[in-house]
């Protein structure tokens, strides 16, 4: 059998967890109740969206990135980065060649990749250092010396991308990735800077009727199983299961200010909150 | 959200402007898939069940795997084991994240691969971290006999939290599975110490049922107390585009995993 290491220096939840089977529910159900330690409480973690601001080029990615420097004296940033117009390229020449699912998050991190190196470029004079997943160890030290860091927001799944249940597009991408980010870290908030003020009952792109939606519960938004999102639908589903993220924020990164607003903890644009986390309202 | 306002810079594609989030365009996107390597096997050796053991369970199951390459292909994923466990529950009790522990975790199944690769090393078998998966398996297999792989996919600290509790959900069995249905491997192979699926654990309980074969879906559906693979594997299954199958087999039986790679009957076999 197995040797188990010495049981008296384990915890009584240890003792279970080298002895019986990780998936069994009881033993999961028991790692429920020890602490939960935020690792970087103080960053905000704040996602530039690819098709929404990086493929506008200097005209919306200026402003983002002035604002971006105008907050570093005041908030701590890991701004990652969407992939955008030519990830939509690559993924639609990559699904006609048969090519599976892992495959294409392969490509769509390189596209993310590139976006991250492009605003890096315009904010290195500010002493702003791009991180891949592997060097993510020192990130605190970039945080507290510099006050943000760059990283590309895929999430580094490459060929162990999971398929959807439909279709044949990767379901978690750098929405996903850069959610995760802020909930490992337990960060202070999770910020989407995109084209739009937030979330609105329609397309407001295409419906001038549509309304829009300042806050409303993750809970809710999954009821009405929308055709259409403002961000990823992995995101809704794993924010369920957060134990540090209660809420997301949606801001319109082509609006001076607003992004500078959330920082500072403003209800600007649109606030997607989990209603049955400890402190949710319905 | 749909983009149709001036100003971004479009590569010209069938997803072009289009919102990836829209349920009609990604039901648009379901078409054939390619396997990428349709001959190769991916062979699961256990952490607990079967590397915890040392020799007297592994080196008859490298035998047996060595023995095989000739005729299929196999790479070999490895599981942790129970210095998995052991970090797992210092970190729960210093309140790490599902995501940090994730990353801890994967560093003891690197170290089981990493000593099977050497175990292996005399028969041209080659430890491949993930980016080397990604570039080089193809390559390697080609020049080199086999490969032995970390199970544990690399999710790192971009592991998803569980419903319920915070071990990591992708395991070994998941990263194993993944990798085979990425290349749309010819089989699946689990080896573990058990003949396979029972309805109740055979260890605690003498008139507990084998299930010889089942879907994944039903599996899901029984609500098992518990399995002995990730309950995530069950889910992946019901996705499959390539791979439709995984099969469980006892690696301290010799010949179970030759029988499994030659399409045999034995073990349990899950599929979509």
Request: aromatic share 4%; glycine share 10%; hydrophobic share 45%.
């Amino acid at each position: 059998m197995p040797q188990a290491p010495d049981n008296a220096m384990l915890t009584e939840l240890g003792k279970r967890l080298v002895s019986g089977s990780l998936s069994d529910a009881a033993i999961q159900k028991a790692t429920e109740a020890t602490p939960s330690h935020a690792i970087l409480p103080w960053v905000n973690v704040v996602k530039i969206g690819g098709q929404s601001i990086m493929d506008r080029g200097r005209s919306a990615v200026g402003p983002v990135v002035d604002e971006i420097v105008a907050n570093l004296p005041h908030h701590k940033m890991i701004l990652g980065t969407g992939a955008g117009t030519r990830a939509r390229h690559v993924y639609s020449l990559a699904i006609d060649l048969g090519l599976p699912i892992g495959v294409l998050t392969v490509l769509g991190t390189a596209v993310a990749w590139q976006n991250a190196q492009m605003l890096q470029y315009m904010l290195a004079q500010h002493g702003i250092a791009f991180l891949e997943p592997e060097g993510f160890a020192s990130l605190p030290h970039y945080l507290m010396e510099r006050g943000a860091v760059i990283c590309q927001g895929m999430p580094p799944y490459k060929l162990w991308e999971a398929n959807p249940e439909v279709g044949r597009i990767p379901p978690q991408r750098t929405d996903t990735g850069c959610f995760l980010i802020a909930e490992v870290f337990g960060a202070r908030r999770m910020i989407y800077v995109k084209d739009e003020d937030g979330l609105y009952t329609a397309d407001p792109k295409k419906d001038r009727n549509a309304t829009h939606i300042p806050r409303i519960s993750v809970q809710e938004l999954l009821a009405r199983d929308l055709d259409d999102l403002v961000v990823e639908r992995a995101v809704l589903e794993m924010m369920l299961n957060a134990r540090h993220i209660r809420e997301i924020q949606f801001v319109n990164g082509l609006k001076p200010g607003q992004l500078t607003a959330a920082l500072d903890g403003e209800p600007v644009g649109t606030i997607i909150f989990n209603a049955a986390a400890p402190g949710g309202t319905a | 959200m749909n983009d149709t306002s001036p100003g971004a810079q479009h590569v010209v594609s069938r997803l072009m402007r289009e919102s990836l989030m829209d349920k009609a365009l990604i039901a648009g996107t379901e078409s054939t898939v390619r396997a990428i390597l349709p001959t190769l096997n991916v062979v699961q050796i256990g952490g607990l069940s079967i590397m915890d053991r040392g020799h007297s369970a592994v080196l008859p199951l490298l035998d047996e795997i060595v023995a095989n390459q000739g005729e299929h292909t196999q790479v070999v994923g490895v599981g942790p084991g129970v210095r998995a466990r052991h970090i797992l529950s210092v970190g729960l009790d210093l309140g790490l994240p599902t995501g940090a522990l994730a990353t801890l975790a994967a560093k003891s199944s690197a170290q089981n691969a990493y000593m099977v690769s050497c175990l292996l090393a005399n028969h041209g078998f080659v430890y491949l971290e993930a980016p080397f998966i990604v570039q080089l398996l193809p390559a390697m297999l080609a020049a080199a006999r086999g490969a032995v792989f970390n199970g544990i996919p690399p999710y790192d600290l971009w592991e998803h939290p569980p419903a319920v509790g915070k071990i990591p959900p992708h395991g070994s069995d998941a990263g194993s599975y993944l990798v085979g249905e990425v290349f749309g491997a010819r089989s699946i192979i689990l080896v573990k110490d058990v003949d396979g699926l029972y309805d109740a654990d055979p260890k605690t309980n003498p008139g507990a049922k084998f299930i010889p074969e089942i879907g994944a879906a039903e599996l899901i559906r029984m609500q098992l107390p518990t399995l002995p693979i990730e309950p995530v594997v069950l889910e992946l299954l019901t996705r499959a585009k390539l791979a439709k199958s995984i099969r469980i087999v006892n690696g301290l039986v010799p010949g179970n995993l030759t029988r499994a790679l030659a399409g045999e009957p034995v073990g349990t076999l899950i599929h979509a």
